[in-house]
């Protein structure tokens, strides 16, 4: 079991271990202050810092007592996720500026479809995949949500129809991040699960184009071929040194529903472990938000509103659905809106709990159709009147979200 665990400052004893990586105890990289803690003064001088939460090795120290198994562990002794979302939901503050993360975000985007498309790649001609530049990646992935998860969420706004697959596989990487941390997955576990998001429909490379796509529906001999995606991937991943179960898994297990009805296995909800149950969620919701070949994907309000409604229908694991929901708000970040006093903007940040007063990038005035430079507004500032009306398509406008996501920062 990882050895690293983030716990509240509150719980830091002398006889801990100060971890090295995360901690903002440690800043730009200061490792004189990792380490044993032996001095009560140095416990009592972080938590008059005012940190809320640090990381220790309980390998080399002593665990609190809270901390008596992980939660990962927990959810598969209890088998459902009630406790843990009785607990507070996590949005951590945010590190850095919006602005500042998207320059970083892009740089991880880039970088990370094509490592994805270099793994894909890999897998078609049956060579090796490259594990440590993949969890490599989703570090990347980790540390730019850990410092402001609004960057790279915007980001995944970003699409090119053409390149679903590299696409998808990253995108429900940032996803699984966010849903994780929210549930207080941290360290190892938290590196395989968006690892395992990253290689979740490895298989699909396997599948043919024209199966994948297809604009109408499939004939059943497609869709056989098309389920095969997830044997293709498991057996490859199950020859790959150095992959965890939970990595493995969430490529087995994502198309499980909880009823019984999915595939391949057709596993029953008492076999379905939670990081695959999240890796269905987001999944999903990833591919609904989608714009394909063949048709637009929905807004990603509209999205989650629809899983909520279908929750029962395609046996998704309920809570998490509305634990996502809680992670994205009911605006999420890149929602194209339209503001009460006729002006069109993009979610850009979210407030801990002001969730229907985001802060929008405006762009569009709609009283003099023009484009606007743009300038952020902040909803939930006292002083501002406006609201958001309604979620719009920029479509509807002759507006290209890809275009307007592309200025910001
Ligand atoms: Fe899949």
Redesign the pocket.
């Known amino acids: 079991m990882p050895s690293i665990k983030r716990i509240s400052t509150n719980d830091l004893e002398v006889g801990m271990y100060i971890a090295n990586s995360n901690n903002e105890w440690i800043p730009n990289g200061n490792l004189s202050r990792c380490g044993l803690i032996k001095d009560p003064l140095v416990v009592a001088k972080i938590k008059s810092l005012g940190i809320p939460e640090i990381y220790i090795d309980i390998a080399r120290g002593k665990a609190p007592e809270s901390l008596a198994t992980s939660n990962l562990e927990l959810i598969k002794q209890k088998e459902n996720i009630q406790s843990l979302l009785k607990k507070p939901h996590i949005r951590l503050n945010e590190k850095t500026s919006f602005d500042a993360e998207l320059a970083v975000a892009k740089k991880i985007q880039s970088e990370g479809l094509a490592l994805v498309e270099s793994v894909m790649t890999n897998v078609k001609y049956g060579q090796a995949v490259d594990v440590n530049s993949t969890k490599e990646l989703a570090g990347n992935v980790i540390e730019s949500l850990l410092n402001n998860q609004n960057a790279l969420l915007c980001l995944t706004q970003l699409r090119t129809k053409d390149k679903y697959l590299v696409e998808h596989s990253f995108n429900v990487s940032i996803f699984m991040g966010i849903l994780a941390v929210s549930l207080n997955i941290m360290g190892d576990e938290l590196n395989d699960l968006v690892t395992g998001a990253l290689l979740?429909?490895v298989g699909?490379i396997k599948v043919s184009d024209g199966i994948l796509n297809k604009p109408g529906k499939l004939t059943s001999e497609e869709w056989r071929e098309m389920q095969m995606?997830?044997t293709f991937g498991e057996q490859y991943l199950r020859d790959v040194p150095g992959l965890s179960k939970e990595i493995i898994d969430i490529c087995a297990q994502?198309?499980e529903r909880l009823d019984g009805s999915g595939y391949p296995r057709k596993l029953a909800a008492s076999e379905i472990p939670l990081h695959s149950r999240m890796a269905a969620v987001v999944?999903v919701y990833d591919a609904i938000t989608a714009d394909r070949v063949y048709h637009q994907g929905m807004a990603p309000a509209i999205a989650l509103k629809k899983m909520v409604e279908w929750s029962d229908e395609i046996h998704l694991d309920k809570d998490l659905v509305y634990q996502f929901i809680r992670c994205l708000s009911v605006y999420p970040q890149g929602s194209f809106v339209l503001l009460n006093n006729q002006r069109l903007g993009i979610v850009q940040a979210l407030h801990k709990t002001e969730m229907k007063k985001p802060v929008v990038t405006i762009v569009y005035n709609l009283e003099k159709n023009i484009r606007v430079p743009n300038f952020p507004m902040d909803l939930s500032d006292p002083s501002c009147s406006c609201k958001i009306e309604r979620v719009v398509l920029p479509e509807e406008y002759g507006l290209n979200l890809n275009e307007l996501l592309g200025t910001l920062g």
């Open positions: 979740h429909d699909k995606h997830v994502h198309h999944d």
